[in-house]
């Protein structure tokens, strides 16, 4: 079982865990002593709060404090409470089946990643645990109604971002309310496993929201730079997509000599303008904004993506970073929050 396999299949797991938290009942009590935003200091005798300097990262930190916290009183409450409630079990009844097993890996589309024999393993323990931690819910949503627990623990606010779609290029409903932006490099395995996630939520939601590409090529990848220049280039002959979803394809030969080559095999109309373009790396200056741009939303490694509100106008995204090649329903989940919420202003 190759590794990079075990460690997806335990990413969804921790996603599950972390998915079934927030829509348990542990949100929405009302707290007396655990604070969310809790006064760090003092400046010129005035008090500093933890959403003064709150920023993407110690968000990220606080959010995973809280869901740890929040699991933790949950199993230990449940344990505490077996001996003495009879409606209280640790173990849940229902068992998985193989036709679970089944379903789960033609869902997620985990062929490219091993057969179903070799995955099974994995995948009815990914399953068994989501049993479990449904059951465990379950049980603490029962102690809470019965008054058996109370819970102190309180959520950070939510924590948006603001960013632009500047010159990224947009395809779906270009006028949307709603857009998923991806900050992407032509080299990057992740980037190129998440490409048929990605044109699925654009066949699915191709009339509701828009869809953004700009460009973040790591150091380490010594061709991904010319890669994204070059697809600017296309761009400027109408060939963006064609050429962007090739590179994907082709991400170990991407040497300017290949990215030339794709150029006369999507039909470029000028062979000898895009070179030139290329040659000169015209678009470098656009590359490095994009960059800079995701840096600044603290997007560090690939792919990361910006889901939220658009302003079709203006090009200004307000919403929430999602990090990695993630699975095609965490991508539905925040589209559908950003879709409610727009529908409702």
Known sequence: ??????????????????????????????????????????????????????????????LQL????????????????????????????????LEEIIAFFEKNNLQERGTLEQLRPQIKLFLEQQIRTQHLLNQYSLALEKGWVISNLKPPSEFL?????????????????????????????????VQNTISRLVNDYKERVAFGYRHLPLSFHKEADEAAIATEC????????EFHLLLYTRQKAQTLNDLKKYARDIKVRSPKKFDKCLDSE????????????????????????????????????????????????????????????????
Do not use: W
Not at 234 to 241: G, I, N, P, S, V
């Open 66 to 97: 809280y869901q740890q916290l929040s699991l933790r009183m949950m199993e230990y409450s449940i344990k505490k409470l077996t001996s003495k409630h009879s409606e209280i079990t640790l173990t849940p009844e229902k068992k998985v089946t």
């Open 1 to 62: 079982m190759k590794k990079n396999t075990k460690t997806f299949i335990f990413k969804l797991l921790l996603l599950s865990l972390i998915i079934s938290i927030n829509h348990s009942q542990i949100f929405g009590q009302k707290s007396s002593e655990y604070h969310p935003n809790p006064v760090l200091g003092l400046v010129d005798g005035k008090e500093i709060k933890f959403e003064d300097v709150r920023n993407k990262k110690t968000n990220d930190l606080s």
């Open 161 to 193: 971002l603001v960013g632009n779609i500047k010159t990224g290029y947009l395809r779906g409903n270009k006028n949307a309310s709603v857009i998923l932006l991806e900050f992407s490099d032509y080299q990057c395995p992740f980037c190129g496993r």
């Open 282 to 345: 015209k678009f470098r200056g656009l590359v490095e904004q994009d960059i800079k741009d995701g840096s600044k939303l603290g997007i560090t490694g690939t792919p990361g993506f910006l889901v939220g509100a658009f302003n079709s106008k203006t090009g200004e995204i307000n919403g929430e970073v999602l990090s990695g090649a993630q699975p095609y329903n965490v991508f539905k989940k925040t589209l559908d929050k950003y879709l409610i919420r727009q529908k409702n202003l």
């Open 234 to 241: 296309a761009r400027e002959q109408d060939k963006f997509l």
